[in-house]
């Protein structure tokens, strides 16, 4: 899928390289993001697929609270320079 960011690189051809276009630009991404901007619903599998080619990503947990009061966690997956 052709991510919907216009800051995209325009050499992304799909999820795993507009994940790893948005990593070198941002730094970090979290699940909503990849969703809501390159149409990635498996956000975990595509960080293995570029962990596996030799990317260096590491990841956080952020804590939230849902709209009902429940505490969660969320990763948050970094790019390592």
């Known amino acids: 899928m052709i991510p919907t960011d216009k800051n995209a690189p325009p050499y992304v051809t799909n999820q795993s390289t507009a994940i ?19 149409g990635v619903r498996a956000l975990r599998s595509r960080i293995s697929d570029l962990r596996k080619s030799g990317v260096e990503i590491g990841g956080e ?20 320079t």
Do not use: C, P, Q
């Not at 790893?20 to 909503?32: Q, V, Y």
């Not at 849902?66 to 969320?74: D, P, T």
């Open 20 to 38: 790893l276009a948005h990593l070198k630009l941002h730094g970090s991404i979290m699940e909503d993001e990849a969703r809501d901007m390159y």
């Open 61 to 80: 947990w952020v804590l939230f609270t849902s709209r009902y009061g429940n505490a969660g966690r969320i990763m948050k997956y970094i790019f390592k």
